[in-house]
């Protein structure tokens, strides 16, 4: 980690980060509010996650750090953590080294897997922060799949146990807490064994 990301992760925002937002020009407040309004019902409806909640089938292709194609269903344990981050969201950094250890410390445990999703990003400036963890990267240019599954700011991460939802964290977690990690393994106890990855 170099000096600037030390500093960062000292200080993290309190909020989770927004994307890069485009301004618009030359429009009056009234005009530009009601466009505004009109562009996030289009978008709500468009984006709406599908499933209620389910991973099972995922809306959309992602990328992997090869530049192919790649499903999210495929990459699923029995019990998961899908973590929507990126390397420009000042508040993703601090986490990402628990996040780390959190599947290091789990990786004997065959029905456990984190799925982490870069959004909007580059392989480059992953592979710059995670070096060969970035490898297990899935990227997600366009905000794509995040969006369906109800992500508009970073981070956020899903709980899923057997396809299914069980929580969600909104914002920066401490991921060496010794209760989020009992709650995991509690799921894996009550996950079954043979179901090791979903279709």
């Given at each position: 980690m170099n000096s600037s990301q030390a500093s960062e992760a000292s200080n993290?925002?309190?909020?989770?980060?927004?994307?890069?937002?485009?301004?618009?020009?030359?429009?009056?407040?009234?005009?530009?509010?009601?466009?505004?309004?009109?562009?996030?019902?289009?978008?709500?409806?468009?984006?709406?996650?599908?499933?209620?909640?389910?991973?099972?089938?995922p809306g959309g292709f992602l990328i992997d750090a090869h530049g192919r194609p790649a499903k999210l269903g495929p990459m699923l344990a029995p019990?998961?953590?899908?973590?929507?981050?990126?390397?420009?969201?000042?508040?993703?950094?601090?986490?990402?080294?628990?996040?780390?250890?959190?599947?290091?410390?789990?990786?004997?445990?065959?029905?456990?897997?984190?799925?982490?999703?870069?959004?909007?990003?580059?392989?480059?400036k992953v592979r710059s922060l995670l070096g060969p963890g970035a490898d297990m990267v899935l990227f997600d240019p366009n905000w794509e799949v995040a969006n369906r599954y109800g992500t508009s700011k970073l981070p956020e991460t899903y709980l899923v146990v057997r396809g299914e939802v069980v929580e969600k964290f909104v914002g920066p977690t401490d991921w060496?807490?010794?209760?989020?990690?009992?709650?995991?393994?509690?799921?894996?106890?009550?996950a079954p064994a043979a179901t090791a990855a979903l279709p």
């Open positions: 993290p925002p309190a909020q989770p980060a927004t994307p890069p937002a485009d301004r618009s020009q030359g429009l009056g407040r009234p005009a530009a509010l009601v466009l505004g309004a009109l562009a996030v019902c289009a978008l709500a409806a468009l984006f709406w996650p599908r499933g209620s909640g389910s991973f099972k089938e019990v998961s953590l899908v973590h929507f981050w990126a390397t420009w969201c000042p508040p993703c950094i601090p986490e990402t080294p628990a996040l780390q250890r959190l599947a290091h410390d789990f990786a004997a445990k065959r029905d456990f897997a984190v799925v982490m999703v870069a959004v909007q990003d580059t392989t480059e060496d807490s010794p209760e989020l990690r009992t709650k995991i393994e509690s799921h894996l106890r009550a």
